[in-house]
């Protein structure tokens, strides 16, 4: 699960790491009153979606009078905000972030994230802040410096030490702040069960504090049990609906822009059955994992969200029965098709346990629009040339 | 011949009596696993599937001598569960369980490899050597004895690459499911060696996805130790980037942990890559027919 910038920064604030002074609004009347409360003469008006490159897609904006904020502030909230991280339909702006301007004088780049050879978190920085780090590691990979902190210890001076000499940080009283800010944000990540942080930019002001003028987090969706803070923090709107309706049944959905729906078992085979309809020139419409306990109701449900996809032109079920009995899931799926209306060729492919039965069951069912396939090959080439007819 | 267990493996649940455990336990006496008994707090004394309960694994391991556990808790407690595995000198713990906090499973991990216990999964259908020895979850019937070992990180995977290596009239030594989470134990790099070193094991199917280097890895590492053929599958070639894909670690994170840098690196080792699980069984073929 993410969560906004403003949402971060709560966060940080609470573990004591510096960033400048902000509040949320959702209304130009509530951005003046915010930039009223904060003071000053140079406000940042920020929009917040959850997406990288707001910048450079006109969400964030400097304002220097409260007219100013108000004007921005009505400009940026309900406009549909395209980053490189959006995709080309954008996102709808519902809040902007108010916050008071700051004196840059350098920006950096920090962040910590899950190194999954080391199997620790390993802190990243770099002097090239505010640029897109993916490409500072393809292009200068020897301008991130990155320490791998053992949870076994926890944060030593060492680590510390590494970063502020990577990063070229001289000035003593410079370097026990910045290694104060690290130490930190690397606490809060453990503490939170944090999957991802990155602050872009980590700024130095003129008088040498550094600021987190930036926030972006990530969690673990298998700790919020943990969290109830932090699930409080989710941004239902920043969400795929159809995805969501189907974690609500326990179903795994992501949409994607091919002709032919999927529905399988397991996440693995998932991806394989999409892989396979593209080998034999058919284009996957979803990756839907109906999980271990496909019944008549979550197939029903599948059949529901794939077919609000109107680009379906054939459904391909794959579906190995392990401890799941094909001749139940076959069973399923003709309910199912009362349940719904399955308007396109429904390929069913049933292996595993209980297969001739599960065969028997579609085949005496006749139903018109169901085709049944011996195999993943079979299946799959039926399926594309479904697709292809209709 | 097999790799880590066979029919003499003295096997313990670990959530012995929870709805999961019962189920899945009950199968593999079926199968003929040798479980020997069970964990669950507070209910140590009583008698489950005709096999002993115990309190602790410690008690449990001391009475039987199991070695390998079984570990069906739920999620938020599997660290602890692993961890007592470890402390009680099991030499390897299977861990079903899915959905385990990933700060967690850091931690269980590196204290089970502190104290000389391997691990498998978490998230994860288990390991089973074909008639022999089932811990997990999988159909036993689809695995018929052979020449094959697999090593997947998928579940349904492994199923659909044991059942067309038997329908091409070869068969499983051991199929090992590692889990797709971000933090797994025994991987591709460590399983490997145990298969080449396995009489019985002519050939390899190993089924990887997007996200991680865990299959790099395993390509540097069949590049300079593996003679037996390998025949690799990636999942996720038509995944979109920065979407999860089911599995909690099947995500590619900007550019890297994309199936075609997998595919490749594993291409250069002289793996045999198919471009999907449906030429799992022919591939095994033409690589034992040569």
Redesign the interface.
Known sequence: MNIHEYQAKQIFAKYGVPTPRGIVANTPAQAVAAAHELGGKIWVVKAQIHAGGRGLGGGVKLAKSVTEVEQLAGEILHMQLVTH?TGPEGKEVHKVYIEEGADIQDELYLGVV?D??K??PVIMASTEGGMDI?TV??NTPEKIIKVAV???VGFQGFHGRELVFGLGITDPAEQKKFISFASKLYKLY?EN?A?LIEINPLIKTGSGDFLALDGKMGF????L??HPDIEDMRDISEEDPDEREASKYGL?Y?A?DGEIGCM?????????T???????GGT?AN?L?VGGKANAETVAKGFEIILKNPNVKAIFVNI????VRCDRIANGILEATKLVDVHVPVIVRL???NAAEAAEILKNANIANVIAAT???DG?AKAVAAAKQS | MSILVNKDTKVIVQGFTGSEGTF?AE?CIAYGTNIVGGVTPNKGGQEHLGKPVFNTVKEAVATTGATVSMVFVP??FVADAVMEAADAGIELAVIITE??????M??A??YATKHGMKTIGPNC?GIITAEECKIG???G??FKKGNVGLI??????T??GA?QVVREGFGITTAVGIG?D??IGLSYKQLLPLFEADPETEAIVM?G??G???EI?AAAYIKEHITKPVVA?I??????A?????????IIS??AGT?AEKMAALEAAGVKVV?????IGKAIKEVLSK
């Open positions: 991280q899950l999954r050879a199997e620790m993916e590691a393809h053992d949870p076994a453990m069960d999957e673990d969706d298998s700790a049990g943990r795994s992501v994607l399988v078992n397991g996440a693995g085979l998932a991806m394989g999409m892989d396979t309809i593209n080998y034999m996957p990756f994992d190995f029965g392990g401890i292996d595993g346990t195999d993943l090959a799959a | 899945h199968q999620p938020a959905g385990a906090p990933v700060r967690d850091q931690a991990k590196a259908p979850i999988m159909p019937m689809i997947s990180k998928s579940g349904t995977l199923y659909e059942n797709g971000p933090i089924i996805e997007i991680g280097d865990l890895q599958f999942a996720g070639q038509t995944a979109p920065g979407k999860r894909m089911g599995h909690a670690g099947a900007g550019s199936a471009v999907s699980p449906a030429e």
